[in-house]
């Protein structure tokens, strides 16, 4: 079932993260199971809540939500690599009022925001990386390079974060827990060590390279294949190759974001290409022959019958787009648009006008079908209005 995540929280499309803070804080109290025993239908809304501010508070998820809705985050827009949410939090499923708390006022209480290990270790983020391509470059597929700024691994300590022949050593606040209680009034909230950054590790010899994070940011160069056939709005995910983890923990994942550049004459619908295509009066008039190209890069003969008219199109079997992960193509279907003659010197209007003469006679109605018969309703739509 589709959730409007702005609606959920009772906010604008244009609401700052105050304002979202501001209404989580209020319908996360209102709809706690805490509060509400025994009623699914609390216990779902606190979900959708949860799953609403969970997005809305990234600036990352909320622009990929804007773009794509909930299918950025389903696992239905493609990619390779499993479904679900590519940046790692699908919803909030349960809870109780410390892990309220500690999103309320962890931002001044040193509250962390990812999960760490015992021994600090903790994955990397998600990345997202926007790319657009042309569209003959989407029929046919292609390997790009492209080049990422991250957090990557830093080799002077192999992302340890401490000198070479040195550690980390058990945080004396936290016990090497990484997160520290504290009472505020009935509750107990939980929150991450402020000594150790909820690491549950501190490093007394840095090193020198990367100042103890244990990660530089220097810029990546990766190849991407982009499979032939691929649609506008689709999502490819590169395993690993987002920002490194923090002391040892495992890399996020890159999502290239793909996006379709608009094309001069072709307009897509699915696999299927559709072309806008003039000609003359005279080839629509007594018939012809023209030619046309394809998305594939080659050109096509298009018989044009006597009395083509403009909108009529003519289908060109399997000349359309690469279906994704198949060898199959759409069609393409050319639409006919009939050029009026401009720039007439004297002698062509003359002929002109002796033709219009000439068709309009008694057999007009033969020649002008369409024309005719829409002024002969117009006589009898007036016939109606002045009884």
């Keep these: 079932m589709s959730n409007d995540y702005y609606k959920t929280l009772g906010v604008d499309k244009g609401a700052d993260a105050a304002e979202i803070k501001k209404a989580y804080r209020k319908m996360a109290m209102k709809y706690h199971p805490d509060h509400n025993k025994d009623s699914k239908e609390a216990e779902e809304k606190f979900k959708l809540v949860n799953a609403a ?17 909930e299918s950025a ?11 679900g949410n590519p940046f790692g939090g699908g919803g909030f499923q349960g809870g109780n009022f410390s892990d309220i708390f500690e999103d309320m006022f962890g931002d ?11 021994n600090g270790a903790m994955r990397g983020a998600d990345m997202q ?4 391509i042309t569209l003959e470059e989407a029929y046919s597929g ?11 691994t830093c080799d002077g300590c192999d992302g340890k974060g401490a000198e070479k022949g040195s550690g980390a050593e058990s945080c004396s606040t936290c016990n090497g827990a990484g997160r520290v209680r504290a009472q505020q009034g009935f509750f107990t909230i939980e929150r991450a060590c402020a000594t150790c950054g909820g690491q549950g590790t501190v490093i007394k010899n840095p090193c020198k390279k990367c100042s103890g994070a244990g990660r530089v940011r220097r810029e990546k160069t990766l190849k991407v294949n982009i499979p032939k056939g691929i649609d506008g709005g689709r999502r490819i995910r590169l395993s690993g190759e987002g920002e490194a983890g923090v002391r040892g923990g495992p890399s996020g994942d890159l999502y290239i974001l793909v996006g379709i550049k608009s094309h001069k004459f072709f307009k897509r619908d699915s696999a299927n290409i559709y072309c ?19 998305i594939g890069g080659k050109r096509s003969k298009v018989k044009i019958p006597g009395g083509t008219q403009t909108g009529q199109q003519f289908r060109l079997k399997e000349q359309g787009m690469t279906v994704l992960n198949g060898n199959a193509k759409g069609d393409m279907y050319i639409e006919i648009f009939v050029e009026t003659p401009v720039n007439l010197n004297t002698k062509q209007k003359d002929m002109f006008k002796s033709l219009d003469k000439d068709l309009s006679g008694k057999d007009g109605k033969k020649h002008s079908p369409e024309s005719s018969g829409f002024f002969d309703r117009m006589k009898d739509l007036w016939s109606d209005l002045t009884e």
Excluded: C, N
């Excluded at 501010?53 to 809705?69: M, N, T």
């Excluded at 985050?73 to 479904?83: I, Q, V």
């Excluded at 292609?142 to 990557?152: R, S």
């Design 53 to 69: 501010y969970d997005v809305l508070k990234d600036e990352q998820k909320r622009s990929a939500y804007d773009r794509f809705g």
């Design 73 to 83: 985050f389903d696992g239905s827009m493609g990619g390779g690599g499993g479904g």
């Design 108 to 118: 001044f209480m040193g509250g962390g925001g990812q999960q760490r290990g015992g």
């Design 129 to 132: 990386y926007a790319m657009d």
């Design 142 to 152: 292609l390997e790009k390079t492209i080049t990422v700024p991250v957090q990557d």
């Design 276 to 294: 806008r295509v003039p000609i003359a009066m005279t080839t629509a008039t007594l018939g012809g022959e023209i030619e046309v190209p394809t």
